[in-house]
């Protein structure tokens, strides 16, 4: 009963922004089915004229729903050049295609061979035979391939949120990386309260069709239409700068912050967009113009983006000098003054499970690699500055390895399901879960310092936004930065007013 509370009262104070993802996510699904249906219903139609072909093609369709929804979405990305919801409404189709196209082929092969053969006797033509026989009757079977994509497809697009295209998946990805369950219910529920929905209306224009021909489904289809035109109709003015932010508290608070200071200090209006999955996502929406500017670590984007190392003793200035050299060079994009918070890369482990083992350094991990598990993400298992960095400089594997998201990670080690996992030096789950960050005595992990990453053509646009976005060069200590990690973790603070209210206190922000 305790969870049901949390999400009512979350439900409460986050009501504008769920109504405005139910709608994303109602919009985006049947997007997605209309384009499916008039896809895989005429290929159907086609295919009972051409059966010769009809199994390889059908084939094709289910080939493409046995491609995992998360690389799916990925190619769809790479192939288009751009997040949103065009490549998640592509993947969703991609997906809902097999149940319609096997459906209506099955269906109108299944009409009883005599009464096509009355129906010729009567002198009705092909396409004859098809609207007043063939169609009407094989409408149950259809229905029922619809009704199946349709809960495919509103399940499969909480994932969307991935690529930054919205939907309820925005509240379960931040659940994920919150531990917060009420966030992650208040996606899942309605989510699948929606699938019943469309499911139930479905199911009831299948039993209406039955002796009407194809009215009640007509009437469906024209509805479905008018929802995913309605933004067509409604006149809105985009913003003028879209920024943007990865997946976490820290990096939505950054970008509100440059939000604030710009709509304060210029005549610009501007739009977040937060909620990235990773680097590669976040830079990937950079370079095609999905997104203006969003703020980046100097070590990831040395690291990272340019597939460098810094030079060992390196200072964060000269960390940042050699990122932003390497930024307008290889990319031309401008790499501002950042902020002074080091959010790098560090191990952590339970603070009375260190003491107990005497681990205060990385370099005491080796002589219990074979007894502890260790949780790392997808991206710092793979990064040279991360779990692949500890094994060349620290001389050591961990037998156990888990890879697990962000969230998930941080919940495993304080139930003891784990016990080292990576971290970052302003995490509020420090404080939360009572962690203990583990010295990297062989200085493996650059520095993190947080500056807004930018094209240069952006800048010359808008000459001001360089001195505007480093008026935060040199601001934000560690411990205020794990504050308002805490404040919008922990305590479900909104992160736009938690970054209007440092500014104001820094007095950067009337």
Known sequence: MTILKEMAALFQERQDTFWRLVWEHVHMSLFALLVAVCIAVP???????KQRIAEPIIGVAAVLQTIPSLALLGFMIL?????GTLPAVIALTAYALLPILRNTYTGIQGVDPAIKEAAAGMGMSSFQQLRKIELPVAVPVMMAGIRTSMVLIVGTATLAALISAGGLGDFIMTGIDRANNAYILLGAIPAALLALFFDLILRVTEKTSRGKALTPVSIVLLSSLLVVAAPLFVQSKDSELVIGGKLGAEPEIIANMYKHLIEDQADISVKVESGFGSTDMAFNALLTD???IYPEFTGTALTALLDQQPKK?????EVYEQAKKGMATKYEMAYLKPMKFNNTYALAMRRNQAKELGVEKISDLEK???DLTAGFTFEFADREDGYLGVQDVYGFSFDQVEKMDAGLRTRAVHAGKIDVIDAYSTDADMVEYNLHIISDNKN?????QGGPLLK???LETYPKLEPILN???GKISNEEMQQMNYKVDYEDADPSAVAENYLKNAGLLD
Do not use: C, M, W
Request: glycine share 6%; aromatic share 8%.
């Open 456 to 458: 240069e053509k952006t």
């Open 43 to 49: 290929v159907g139609i086609f295919l009972t004229r």
């Open 368 to 370: 219990h690699k074979n």
């Open 290 to 292: 999905e997104i203006d």
């Open 313 to 317: 003793g390196s200072t964060e200035q």
């Open 471 to 473: 008026a935060l060069a």
């Open 79 to 83: 192939l288009l050049n751009q997040i």
């Open 444 to 448: 493996l992990f650059p520095p993190y």
